[in-house]
T-cell receptor
């Protein structure tokens, strides 16, 4: 069974802390994505990556960075967490050779910044 | 912003067919329609996609109008586990997936 896993389901951090959210997929997918989901705003794309060491900004990259050193792993970094980054964070992956854009999502990490 | 429009919520009796509509009046010729759903506290799950023809898989059927300006996702025998938010999305395989607010489907016992 294909799988996207995220390092934590729930995380509580303090303002100003550096936060790492990890995502691993076992499907050998080229594409990986980070979204955040907030009530009333739907899913918003933060960053995505089409290949190792490549990254592209999504719609709301401010305050975030990413790292993709290996194909299966895509990390989201909050350099200095702030309360407005309290949210559900979702990682997804997809293969590059599909004619349709089927993304496989992880279970999500609910981050609370105090 | 999402390019599709969906009703914000719907109810369906358990065991009946759930028909979820979606308008995508600006869809272009090479764009697919695809559907995801998100059960509470889980990540979205891909359901089905289509271009012009109607499609069916083990989860659902997708009916696309001839002019491609709208479509309907059909869950033939809704169960309580089908209670979720359903997202209709249009795009090519290389577009970013843009999720709108979706339709919150409640399956009632």
């Amino acid at each position: 069974d294909v799988k996207v896993t995220q390092s934590s389901r729930y995380l509580v951090k303090r303002t100003g802390e550096k936060v790492f959210l990890e995502c691993v997929q076992d499907m050998d997918h080229e594409n990986m994505f980070w979204y955040r989901q907030d009530p009333g705003l739907g899913l918003r794309l933060i960053y995505f990556s089409y290949d190792v060491k490549m990254k592209e900004k999504g719609d709301i990259p401010e305050g975030y960075s990413v790292s993709r050193e290996k194909k299966e792993r895509f990390s989201l970094i909050l350099e200095s967490a702030s309360t407005n980054q309290t949210s559900m964070y979702l990682c997804a992956s997809s293969p590059i050779d599909r004619v349709y854009n089927e993304q496989f999502f992880g279970p999500g990490t609910r981050l609370t910044v105090l | 912003d999402a390019k599709t429009t969906q009703p914000p919520s719907m109810d369906c009796a358990e065991g009946r067919a759930a028909n979820l509509p979606c308008n995508h009046s600006t869809i272009s010729g090479n764009e697919y329609v695809y559907w995801y759903r998100q059960i509470h506290s889980q990540g979205p799950q891909y359901i089905i996609h289509g271009l012009k023809n109607n499609e069916t898989n083990e989860m659902a059927s997708l009916i696309i109008t001839e002019d491609r300006k709208s479509s309907t996702l059909i869950l033939p025998h809704a169960t309580l586990r089908d209670t979720a938010v359903y997202y209709c999305i249009e795009g090519t395989s290389y577009d970013k997936v843009i999720f709108g607010p979706g339709t919150s489907l409640s399956v009632i016992p």
